[in-house]
């Protein structure tokens, strides 16, 4: 093959690759698959797109270089054929508020532009569009009426304003005019006209009275210029006997003088000063004080301190201004905070502008008697918030608040001028409120008029293209108002894989890290057509992938292995998805051609009648649901991608059993009420953040291994005859560590114009610790050697230490032997993070009360991977307690002993149960998108299961 055709990499070595030599096809969809851990995304983004943007980097100026973050060069000896390389990952999410689906997108710029173009300003109070108009316009419009139709010009000077107007009507008298019309009713000037001062009222001058005919053109003009110069630019015309025309010099409401300046994209951005909406500057929301979090328990009294900002914790200050409230307004404070009348709670926590008298005994004993206004308990957060200097007090204050649409924008960000102007009926921010179908279908059939189908025909074809391109990679229910910090890793990364399609780049190099994750089967054939759309552009795709689906759809699979960590590193096979299943080295090819899959479970567990029951669920797009989980089950909640699982899960169900049973102050999602608390005492939600965020975090600290590790350390002769205690033996504390690195191991040398250098200390040469404390042995080794050892080689090691062993055995059983007991947990992976986690529980004695959360536990994890998490899920659920996951991988859905399907759709077609029961049931519901697609999985393995026994039947004969 010619050198042009192919990537070529030499002697790559970053992380665990074992200088490997490889040769990748240029133009074609290559996915690198292999266990968690193995090597994949070493080679991806840390070899081939790091070199690739580096070089694009250097090719630039030095003063350019410094505004963009260096690249190391990669540990590798040659990379050539190397193209542009875009990485799209999922860590590059934006948390900025004001980062919504439409700015990412760019759909948003579109938006602005189309409105600014073709949009047409319609009065808020008056509901008439907003227009102005030369007079050469109003004569033509006022000659469209047949001959002989009678008219009358009105110059309105009074509009709507209260008064008695005299010196208004003196003027007009004075100017020489004859006839008002007064609050719609015909009087002469000459008669006596008095108004009530309290009412309003309108006065317009009678110009002109006109019959329409041929000639009067120049007659109209003058009358219409007259009335316009004393009505401030409005003239309104009356037909007589048929209707009034209000016509408007000044782009203004003819009735109320509401007026847009000259329509520009920036009026539409709520990035802006000049579109902002100005009492959330933009955001949408405001941070109020929610009583809900001011009083988190409705069952306790007020003297069991029910309003938890002023619990008596420092001062008695606010126990006894409460007191003098309920002695004022006869409120019992024995009573349960549920059961008091409304108009009291009213008064707590709202307040009155009753005065009262408030007495207060300070710290010494002095009576102090105050007459007082109350400002009321949520009033009184809220200046506390907004007057204090104090970042301790506003950091309190916050925490009893929480975030709710402005109501000045009704969450719309924009000011009123924005939102006052439509296309067919609907403003910016209605639109941008759709999902992406319901918009993309509002575009495709907006009715328009010529002149405005010329001006927006490009615009329209950009968002209805870049529309399409995001419901091709599955997100068709988002909307494009969704802020971007609430989309999970998967969906933010297809938003940008969506965006480069949109861009039509060629002879590019796309790396791309796991785009299934979060994707339902049934979206998956969408989203490969699309990676196949962006190779047939002429582009080499790099995709990180375990999904079945994907693999068999790549040109080329690369198979790295044959473990992870130390063991993998290693090409173990490459080819064609034909070849890799033939190929007896490869795990993954033994996995797709299904000579070893992961079984379905002897039996399914029943439920024993304990059940957590939310009720009336309505949050985002949830629609009254009402979920039974069953407990002491293995339990998967399943649908579609934006069904209302993890609102369900999350926002909902997590949060209510966090702030029941730990007092969390996150506020859960809208829903009735939760029964069936009673029989759990502890929720643990394991997701696929770090560990930690500092190198000083490892697997050894936080599952605790550590401690004990260094009482061991502690307990030899050495250490007692030298006196050092256990935390002699910590990098984090003075004392035993070395004071050159501070128990880091390394020291950051910063460098202008290159990336900043971290070389190992040369005092302690990495080993954190200094030379007297790594004099203390146990067994031959010192503390830095412990924490160099691996975890398989550790478990050996402490074999006879039963404590430490069975926590380190417990690492080693969620598949993570290969990681080091002192490895930073920066460099771990969100599967490997999570396996830790998970790690840390099981050796922890069962109560069979504690429910474990999981959302999307197989992100990052190949089937073999999958298949050892599965038995440590179970193992959780055998010693009694329960797990519940969010799923779409079927291998997990298939093992779970009950499902709950939402659906049917995403979005505002989503939100309800579809099914509930065990697979083989959901398997039988029709409308249920996941039981369509486990069926035929269930049948195959059913099958795959009979003839493994068949086998085993005979190899025993």
Not at 27 to 53: N, R
Not at 750 to 766: A, I, R, T
Not at 917 to 930: F, K, N
Request: contains cysteine.
């Amino acid at each position: 093959m010619a050198t042009n055709q192919n990537i070529i990499v030499k002697g790559a070595r970053a992380h665990n690759l074992k200088n490997i030599d490889i040769t990748i096809p240029r133009d074609k969809l290559v996915v690198l698959t292999g266990l968690s851990g193995s090597g994949k995304s070493s080679l991806a983004f840390d070899t081939i797109y790091a070199e690739g943007q580096r070089r694009y980097v250097e090719s630039l100026s030095a003063y350019a270089r410094q505004f963009l973050g260096q690249m190391d060069k990669p540990d590798v000896d040659s990379i050539e054929g190397l193209s542009p390389a875009i990485s799209i990952d999922q860590k590059t999410t934006s948390r900025n508020p004001r980062s919504t689906v439409g700015t990412v997108t760019e759909i948003y710029d579109y938006l602005r532009l189309l409105f600014a173009r073709i949009g047409r300003p319609v009065c808020p109070v008056h509901h008439v569009e907003i227009t102005s108009q030369t007079i050469e316009q109003m004569v033509d419009r006022i000659l469209e009426y047949p001959e002989r139709t009678k008219l009358q010009i009105l110059s309105p000077v009074v509009s709507g304003r209260k008064g008695e107007h005299v010196k208004a009507l003196e003027d007009i008298k004075k100017q020489g005019y004859v006839r008002v019309r007064v609050d719609g009713e015909m009087r002469e000037v000459s008669e006596e006209i008095k108004l009530e001062k309290n009412k309003k009222h309108s006065i317009e001058i009678v110009i002109d009275r006109i019959v329409v005919k041929e000639g009067i053109a120049t007659r109209l003009a003058d009358s219409l210029e007259a009335a316009l110069n004393l009505g401030g630019g409005s003239v309104v015309v009356d037909v007589m006997g048929e209707e009034e025309l209000l016509f408007s010099q000044n782009h203004a409401c003819p009735h109320c003088g509401f007026s847009i300046g000259e329509l520009e994209p920036r009026l539409f951005s709520f990035n802006s000063p000049f579109g902002a909406c100005s009492s959330c500057d933009g955001l949408g929301v405001k941070l109020e004080v929610d009583p809900e979090l001011v009083i988190p328990d409705w069952s306790r009294t007020l003297r069991e301190n029910a309003i938890a900002p002023w619990e008596p914790i420092s001062s008695q200050y606010y126990p006894q201004l409460l007191e003098s409230i309920c002695n004022h307004f006869g409120i019992d404070m024995d009573v349960p905070v549920e059961n008091l009348p409304k108009d009291q709670m009213d008064k707590i926590l709202n307040g009155s502008k009753e005065y009262l008298t408030f007495r207060y005994k300070n710290d010494f004993g002095q009576i102090r008697k105050n007459e007082i206004q109350f400002e009321g308990v949520l009033g009184n957060i809220q200046r506390r918030y907004r007057e204090t200097s104090s970042d301790y007090i506003r950091e309190q204050m916050e925490g009893y608040m929480a975030q709710k649409p402005c109501p000045t924008c009704k969450g719309h960000r924009l000011k009123k001028e924005a939102l006052s102007v439509l296309i067919n009926g609907r403003h910016i921010g209605e639109t941008t409120s759709l999902s992406i179908t319901e918009a993309k279908e509002f575009f495709d059939n907006l009715d328009l008029t010529e002149k405005e189908q010329a001006i927006a025909k490009l615009i329209l074809r950009e968002i209805v293209d870049r529309s399409g391109f995001l419901i091709n990679v599955g997100l068709d229910y988002l909307t494009l108002s969704r802020s971007a910090g609430t989309l999970s890793g998967g969906e933010a990364q297809r938003i940008r894989l969506a965006t480069q399609v949109g861009s039509r780049l060629m002879g590019v190099l796309y790396i791309l890290d796991e785009p299934s994750i979060g994707l339902h089967q049934r979206d998956n054939d969408r989203l490969i057509r699309t990676l196949e759309e962006m190779r047939s552009l002429g582009n080499t795709l790099i995709v990180v992938e375990h999904d079945e689906d994907t693999m068999l759809a790549a040109d080329y699979i690369i198979d790295i292995g044959p473990g992870a960590g130390a063991h993998g590193g290693v090409i173990t096979s490459q080819g064609t998805p034909q070849e890799i299943m033939e190929d007896p080295e490869s795990l993954t090819g033994q996995y797709l051609s299904g000579k070893k899959f992961i079984p379905l479970p002897k039996k399914r567990r029943k439920p024993d009648g304990r059940y957590i029951e939310v009720k009336g669920a309505t949050e985002n797009n949830l629609k009254n649901v009402s979920a039974k989980i069953p407990l002491g089950l293995f339990t998967g909640v399943t649908g579609v991608s934006g069904s209302g699982k993890s609102t369900l899960v999350n926002e909902i169900l997590h949060k209510a059993l966090a702030q029941k049973l730990h007092r969390a102050k996150d506020k859960p999602g809208t829903h009735k009420s939760i029964k069936g608390l009673e029989h759990i005492d502890k929720v643990i939600d394991i997701d696929q953040s770090p560990i930690g965020r500092t190198p000083r975090s490892n697997p050894a600290t936080y599952t605790g291994v550590f401690d004990d590790i260094r009482d061991v350390f502690a307990s030899t002769n050495e250490a007692k005859v030298r006196g050092y205690k256990k935390g002699r033996f910590s990098f984090n504390v003075k004392g035993g560590r070395c004071e050159a690195c501070r128990g880091d191991g390394i020291i950051k040398i910063e460098m202008h114009f290159l990336p900043d250098v971290y070389v190992p200390c040369e005092v302690c040469h990495g080993k954190r610790y200094n030379r007297e404390t790594l004099e203390v042995k146990y067994k031959g080794k010192n503390i830095a050697d412990i924490l160099d050892m691996t975890v398989e080689d550790s478990v050996d090691f402490f074999a006879n230490i039963p404590k430490i062993k069975r926590k380190l055995q417990t690492i080693l059983d969620v598949g993570l032997g290969y990681i080091k007991l002192g490895q930073s947990a920066t460099t771990l992976s969100g599967g490997e993070a999570q396996r830790v986690k998970l790690a840390s529980q099981l050796h922890k004695r069962s109560t069979g009360k504690t429910i474990y959360i999981l959302d999307e536990p197989t992100t990052g994890l190949h089937v073999d991977d999958i298949s050892r998490l599965l038995v440590v899920l179970q193992r959780l659920v055998d010693n009694g307690d329960s797990v519940l996951v969010i799923e779409h991988n079927l291998d997990v859905i298939k093992q779970c002993d009950h499902l709950i399907d939402l659906g049917p759709e995403g979005g505002d077609k989503g939100g309800m149960i579809v099914g509930a029961g065990t697979p083989e049931e959901l398997a039988e519901v029709e409308e249920s998108h996941t039981g369509r697609y486990l069926a035929p999985i269930l049948k195959r393995d059913k099958k795959r299961m009979t003839g493994k026994i068949k086998e085993k039947e005979k190899l025993a004969k």
